[in-house]
Each structure stands twice: as C-alpha cells, then as structure tokens.
C-alpha cells in the first residue's frame, strides 16, 4: 500500500515542500537526469516534424471544441458505449466515484484487482478505498510498482517513479519481491518485474483502469502505454472497470490522428509510443465480458465554468512541462503536494480544490513561459497562472480579514506611488534614505528584513544609483545636452 | 539607451511622469492595482512616434495583457488608444533590429561577454538571435555561448522573495553557467535578471559584473 | 416518471453543471459546425514515393530493434521459416484466416479459432486459454495496417489476426504486413481504420518496452519481447 497519499488539502505551502524536497540531492540528480532525457528526445522527434505547430493548434482547437460541446459528446459517448455493451456510470464527485468503482469491484467477486497506471485513479485516492473494502489493487506499471512497493507517492505523470535510481529500485524488489539476489542493471528489474506481474495477470479476475482518451463517436475507449501492462489487464480479466475524467472525451475517431501524434513526442519524446489499444464496449470472445466506465466530474465542471482557465481541461497529460520546467527540475514532484506537479499541477490541482487549497501552487512559477511552448495543445499556463493568483488575491483580501493581510496591504502602497509622479520620485528619495544603512561600503546591500529577506538569502543586492536615470536626464536638459 | 539612439541620429524625449507598467502587480495577482497603472502609460506615452523600452519584460506585459486589461476597464477610448499605441512600443534590441533593420550600431567593447535570454524577450516577444546580432557586430567584443542559455535565471518578478529557495536554486544553475563561460561579463535585454544574476555573483565574490545589453552598445571606443 | 435514482441523478446534476458552465446546450447541429470547423492544416497525405515508404518502414522498425525482411509474396513461407528458426521458436499459434500458403513445414502450428467458448471449459480442441497462450512459443499473424512514420503495426480483431490476448502473452511475434496495406502518415492510417473503428484495435510499434528505470529504455517487460516483421509484396 502507498504511503500517505499526496493531499491537496494537507500538503505544506509549496515554499516549504520545496526546500524540504530540494535538500535530497540524490532525487534532484535523478530528477535533473530524467528530464535532460526527456526534453532531448522529446526535441528530436518534433524536429522531425515540419507540421508540428499546425498539429499543436489542431490540437488545441479540438480540444477547445470538445469542451465547448462537452454535454454533446458526453452524452454521444454514453449512448455508443452502451450500445456495444458497455455500462456508463457517472459519478459528481472522488467520493461517488470510489463508491461506485468499490461496489462494481466487490460486485465482480474478486477481493484483488488488477491496475493499469491511471491518475485519475490516484486523484480520488482509490487503492486507499479498495484495501478498505477488502479489494487489494496490484500495480501492474513499473514505475507504480515501484512507488507501491515502496511505500511511495507518484511525482510525475507519465514516469511517476523518475525520482528513484536503479540502486534504490533494486533495493525495494530485493526487499518486497524476496529476491536477495537481484542486480541493478535496469534490464534484472524489470525482469523481475515482469515474473512478478506475470502471475497476477494470468490469474486475476478484475481490471481496473483509467482513459487516455473516450471517443464519442464511436463509444471506444483508448489507451496509451508502453509496457504491455495495460494490454494486459484489458484483456485477460473477465470484468473491466475504467475510471475517466470528463475532460477525456474527444469526438471523433479521426481526431486520433492528431492526438496519437501529439502525445507519444511530447511524452516520452517517441515517434509512437509501444501500444495503444483501442477498444468498444464488451466483446466476449475478445478480452472482458464485463466493461463499466465511470465519469466522473470532481469539479471539472468548476473549471469549465472559469472561461479564462477553463484551458486547463484541455491538458492530455503529457507531462511535457514538467520536463520543461526550471522549477520542478529543482524541486521533484512531491513538493506540489498532488499527484498533478510540475505547471499542469499548478493551475489544475488548485483548481480540482475549488480554490479552497493549494493556493501557494500558483505562484510555484517565475512564468518563465517554457511550459506553454512545448504543451502539444498550447494552453497557456502562464496566462492560467495569474488568473488564479488574481483568484488567490481575491480570496485573500475578502471581508474583514482581508483588510490586515500584509501583503496585499504593501502591494497596494506600491501602487499608490506609481500612480503619481510625485510620489515616485519621493519613493526613490526615500529609498535611498532607507537603503543607506544597510549598504556596505563597496554600495552593496548584503541583508534585507523581513519579507524582502528572502532576497538576500542568496544574493546581495546593489544599492539604488547615485544618480537616478531621471536625475541624470533633468541635469543634461538644463545642459543643453 | 540613449547615447545608441542619438548616435544613430534619433531624438529622444523622456516623459518625466511615467512610472510603471504594473507588470509586478498584475502577474502577483494584483490586477485592479495595476489598472491605473496602464491608463497612466497611455497617458505618458500616447503622442510618442515610437516608444523604446530597455526591458522585454516590461513590454511582454503590455503586448500580452495590456489589450486584455483595456476591455475590462470597459472605457473604449482607452481600448482605441492602447491598440494604436502597442504596435509603437518596442523593446530596445527588437527596435534596432526590426524596426530600424541596423545591427552594428558603432559599438566597442572590448571584453569577454556572454548573453543570457530573458524569458520574455526570448519567449513572448520572440526576440530571437536579434540581440546575438547586435552583440557581434560590436567592435573587440569576445562572445561566448551560453550553456542552457534559454533556462530562466529563476527571478520572475516577486517569485525571487515568495519562493526563495527554488529561485535562489535556479539561480545557482545558471551562475554556474555563466562561471563556466569565463566571461568578464554577463549581458541580457532585461534588468530584472541582471541585478538577480549580479546579485549572486557578487555575493559569491566571483568578479563577473553583469552589464544590461544597451551599456555594451553604449561602449565607444576611446579616441587616441 | 419514475422516480430519479441516484446514478440517474449524478448524469442529471453533471450535465446541468456542464450546460450552466458554458451557457446552453449543444445540440448535434452546433456540434457537427463546430467539429467541421476545426483547422487541420497538418500533413495528412503521403508526400513521399510508395518505394520511399516502404523503406520508411523498416527504418523505423529496425529502430525500434524489431527484424524485418522485405520479400516477394511467393516467399513468405520459407522466410517464415527462416526467421522462426534463427529464433528457435518451434509451437506457434495461429489465428483463424491467416493465409495456410504462408505456413511453412517443419513447425507446429497450432490453429486459434474465434468460435469455441473457452471460459466455460469447452476448449472445443481450437480454443486456447490464457495459460496455454502462455505455453507458446510464439504467436504468427498478419496485420490490418501498418505506419512507415511511426513504425508501426496495427492488428484488430479479424481474419489472421485474432483476439488480443494472442498477440500479446507469447514472448515472439512474427507479423506478415503486405506492402498494400502500408501507409506513410498517422491521419492515412486512421483514414483506413475508420470502417472498422469499433473491432478492438492494437497499434504496436516495436516490442514492449519501459523507460520507468533511470530513463533508459528497456526491452520487454510485458508483451512480446521479440518481433520479427515480414514486409512482403
């Protein structure tokens, strides 16, 4: 079982996540390795293709045109699905969905299941709800094996396990799977991963997965992996349960074509991912008799209600910018405290919390932009990012509390001062007065109080010019030049 | 800025009232704040031929959010004047390259440089090689490349302070960087990541100064 | 009207939310303009020669560490034979329609049909469970469509190719792709796939694989670790 899941609503402020997390130099290697490997490959295989932009923006655009029919192609999605012989359950929120996966789990008389990597499924925390209702849920992806075995939480996506090294790796099967022996060359660990999982998934009787993507018009189910775990637990099982956000239905099967393009690159930078299995309600002699799919919401109807972040919906969890981003590179995935990190994490985590949590997530960003520029559906983080820092300012500086929140107070005085001219150039007097203890002798400020300490916690920073710009443009215009 | 533009033969003026762009308060989340502060720009700056800025920053917020903003004012003669102003507002390199189409601006300066890409100018404004252009053309000037030159320094704005510690990691990274260049001197199109760089570098005691991109094109050589 | 139970509620509730979301319905009309609208200026037709793609292919299938021999199709038996050996595969399965010209002699061919019930223990002598699968050496078929792009190979459930769990519990496959059926491009292959798009469908491009450890990608882990490709015609 996982140790203590990532919870939005307990997590620290990222602030303090991040140092702690930054203080473990063996996970800042491994992560600052992966995704130098990433990115790299991920460079190479787009360079390869002249259209990339014009898939991205037919990309972003069919995504964007879902959502904007998205009760259409639901509803689409459902009538084909049943037709073929599938069972469509919807579920408002994590705690209706556990209850109705749980139930249809019991239901199919397995007290183990089967599971393929599935975040959603980490979203509402569903192994936790399965042990608790006597269903033990086996891991069947590398990297989740991994976490689980080790008692671990995911930090990525796509590669969840990205933290870990070989030798850490070989410790926990050594450990969990009684191998003493085992080496650490990566090809003995997933050997042994493979005889490990081998026997669970000729044995047992119930699935469980998520959903990369839920064509509407056709009622298939499509997922992308690259083990051949999945296939596994989608066809070996008698009873199939998937568990898929809103958000990942598409309309049409054409649509694929683009999808499948833009997903494998911008993963795992390949041109295609090993498999993708595509599958339409039940079909008896060819994989599970029995096949439910749940909808679920969990306020991503909150989001799509937000028309300048409902972007965020359009993410096909690429991971992308995490490899992207200069501040997950320093800090790993836990420090976001959600199984979403890295950019994708900052706008959405929040926002699955109504606001209500994960405030700090959406200044865990110097809005660098390197997020936005390499995401296959082109949503514009950053944009999404001060939209909710205005939402948090909001939020912070509402009734009667609102009135003492310090920053918001000081944000406010700095504005008054640049509406005036007056008070600017007051400002810089000021700023000199006050800055004129603190400067050593070589005109250089080496600590800074309170807040602003963060500053110089690292860095010293020059004193204010002699001559302000101003100054010196005032005195040549009475100079003549 | 002001020598290179008078040096090509341009007359520059200075509105002596305007402050600020707002970028600070509108990316932290302090958007009514930063109102105000763009009716003001438009104010300051709307008979202007051209505006010249010496910060991609600045001008990514106004080419990025200030349309944006203008409509939630709600007052159409604001949005009329913002959209006639924006396509006049330039940042410095992007003025001399697209606008005025020179590259050697008569410069000298002879040290050993290296250029880092201001997220913005290199992202939103798609400056390109523009400044590199710029750079080479200057006279005795020794440029070197960079390593993860397109990596962010790690100030972004009040993401320094808020989150210091990540910012200060980032900042390692690229200081290091910067270290392993040998170079003199370290240039780019905005001031925010200067005095974040320079602020470590100076800290570390390493004797790299960072020097803002117009200084160097500023450089003239000593008459003999 | 009945009256509204609670999985009928959570679709009512959810709906409701989605339409006050956006602010109406979406009908089929809407739906339809909408999704006609949307720009596709990417590649979408084969801009290389037919002898350029078929190259293609087996560039990238080699890239992906599977063996491929292009031949003519009255050789596809003895290079079957060829390759099954350098293997030292001997018991192979076989779906139902897979063309019996293409079987060399020499090998145990063991024929899978669609038709008899396994689950309820009747074996019908033709069916085969999950346990004998794994039994196998190798598994024999031949393939819907294949992408020179990407690598790729597509099987679905029809004539020769044969439900999933055949091509996915043996450790080797060996796929007989006919030149006719190769495209260039992804959008080709999806074009093609369209008339069939409900049949359960595997795109396979190369053996299994994972990058979970250090990023190094390794081979094999669940699936076939070997594949052998046939490009014939």
């Known amino acids: 079982m996982s140790g203590t899941a990532l919870d939005p609503k307990t997590a620290p402020l990222f602030p303090i996540a991040a140092k702690i997390a930054m203080g473990d130099a063996q996970m800042r290697k491994n992560v600052r390795h992966a995704t130098d490997v990433i990115q790299t490959k991920r460079a190479r295989v787009v360079a390869e293709m002249p259209d990339w932009q014009q898939l991205r923006e037919a990309g972003r655009q069919i995504r964007q045109h879902t959502m904007e029919n998205l009760d259409f192609y639901l509803e689409e999605f459902e009538r084909n699905c049943t037709r073929a012989g599938g069972v469509v359950h919807w579920a408002r929120d994590a705690e209706e969905a556990r209850r109705i996966v749980v139930e249809l789990a019991k239901a199919s008389g397995s007290d183990e299941v089967i599971k393929i990597k599935s975040m959603t499924t980490e979203e509402i925390q569903l192994n936790q709800a399965l042990e608790a209702a006597g269903v033990h849920a086996v891991e069947t992806d590398l990297a989740e094996l991994i976490i689980q075995l080790g008692e671990d939480r995911p930090s990525h996506i796509v590669v969840p396990a990205l933290h870990k090294n070989r030798q850490e790796i070989r410790e926990i099967f050594q450990r969990k799977m009684n191998l003493p022996e085992l080496g650490d060359r990566p090809d003995d660990l997933a050997d042994a991963a493979r005889m490990y999982l081998r026997e669970k998934f000729l044995r047992v009787k119930t699935g469980v997965s998520g959903a990369n993507f839920l064509i509407a018009e056709t009622g298939g189910v499509c997922i992308v992996e690259s083990e051949g775990n999945g296939r596994m637990c989608l066809t070996l099982p008698e009873t199939l349960i998937t568990l898929a956000g809103i958000d990942k239905v598409v309309p049409r099967y054409q649509d694929l074509e683009v999808l499948l393009q833009l997903l494998p690159r911008s993963a795992t930078g390949e041109r295609m991912n090993p498999y993708n299995s595509i599958w339409t309600g039940v079909d008896v002699k060819d994989g599970p008799r029995t096949f439910h799919v749940v909808l679920m919401d969990n306020a991503r109807t909150e989001i799509l209600a937000d028309e300048e972040s409902r972007q965020t919906l359009n993410c096909i969890r690429c991971a992308a910018c995490q490899n992207a981003c200069p501040v997950y590179r320093q800090t790993g995935g836990h420090a976001y405290g959600s199984v979403y990190a890295g950019p994708i994490g900052a706008i959405l985590t929040p926002q699955l919390q109504e606001m209500h949590y994960a405030q700090s997530l959406p200044y865990a960003s110097s809005l660098c932009g390197a997020c936005y520029e390499v995401c296959p559906v082109k949503i514009n983080i950053p944009e999404v990012l001060i939209h909710l820092r205005n939402k948090v300012v909001k939020q912070n500086t509402a009734g009667v509390a609102g009135l003492f929140d310090v920053e918001a107070t000081a944000m406010k005085a700095m504005a008054m001062i640049f509406r005036s001219e007056k008070r600017f150039r007051a400002a810089q007097r000021l700023g000199r007065i006050a800055e004129s203890p603190l400067t050593g002798k070589d005109g250089w400020i080496g600590w800074l109080p309170g807040m602003l300490g963060g500053w110089t916690q690292a860095r010293d920073l020059k004193e204010m010019p002699k001559e302000t710009f101003r100054d010196w443009w005032e005195k040549r215009g009475k100079n003549g030049n | ?224 | 009207m009945a009256t509204e139970t609670v999985a009928n509620s959570a679709r009512t509730e959810i709906l409701r939310r989605i339409r006050a979301a956006k602010g109406g319905d979406s009908s089929a009309a809407s739906a339809e303009a909408g999704w006609a609208a949307i720009e596709r200026k990417y590649k979408r037709v084969s801009s290389r020669s037919r002898e350029d793609v078929l190259e293609l292919l087996e560039e990238r299938l080699r890239d992906y560490d599977a063996q491929v021999m292009r031949v003519r199709l009255d050789d596809i038996a003895t290079t079957v034979a060829r390759m099954m050996s350098e293997r030292g595969v001997q018991r192979v399965v076989v779906p139902a329609g897979l063309k019996m010209e293409w079987l060399p002699s020499g090998f145990e061919f063991v024929f899978y049909s669609e038709d008899a019930d396994r689950r309820n223990g009747d074996s019908g002598g033709d069916a085969l469970t999950a346990a004998e699968l794994d039994g196998m050496d190798g598994v024999m078929t031949g393939a819907t469509v294949a992408i020179a792009e990407t690598g790729t190979v597509v099987l679905q459930n029809t004539a020769g190719q044969g439900r999933r769990a055949v091509t996915l519990v043996p450790d080797y496959h060996l796929c007989v792709v006919q030149v006719k059926d190769v495209v260039e491009t992804v959008p080709e292959a999806m074009e093609r796939l369209k008339g069939s798009a409900t049949l359960a469908t595997t795109f396979v491009s190369g053996p299994s694989a994972t990058a979970d450890i250090e990023m190094t990608r390794i081979k094999g882990v669940h699936g076939p670790r070997f594949l052998d490709v046939i490009l014939a015609g």
């Open chain 2, 1 to 224: 800025m002001v020598r290179v533009l008078e040096r090509l033969g341009h007359t520059v003026e200075f509105p002596p009232g305007q402050t600020c762009c707002g970028q600070m308060h509108y990316n932290t989340g302090y958007q009514a704040e930063a109102m105000p502060l763009l009716e003001r720009f438009v104010a300051q700056f709307k008979d202007a031929e051209a505006v010249v800025v010496p910060s991609s920053s600045c001008v990514a917020m106004m080419r990025d959010h200030y349309p944006k903003m203008a409509r939630e004012i709600g007052d159409s003669k604001l949005n009329e004047a913002v959209d006639a102003l924006l396509p006049k507002v330039f940042e410095f390199s992007e003025f001399l390259t697209k606008r005025l189409g020179v590259e050697d601006v008569g410069a000298s300066y002879p040290h050993r440089v290296t250029y880092h890409a201001s997220c913005h100018g290199l992202r939103n404004l798609g400056l390109g090689d523009g400044p590199v252009r710029l750079l080479r053309a200057v006279k005795g000037i020794d440029l070197v490349e960079l390593p993860s030159v397109e990596v962010c320094c790690g100030f972004g704005g009040t993401f320094a302070v808020k989150n210091a510690d990540v910012s200060s990691a980032m900042l390692a990274d690229k200081t290091a960087a910067i270290l392993s260049t040998g170079a003199e001197a370290c240039t780019a199109c905005d001031n925010s990541c200067l005095m974040h760089i320079e602020g470590a570098l100076h800290r570390q005691k390493t004797g790299v100064k960072t020097v803002h991109l117009a200084e160097i094109l500023a450089g003239e050589e000593v008459a003999r």
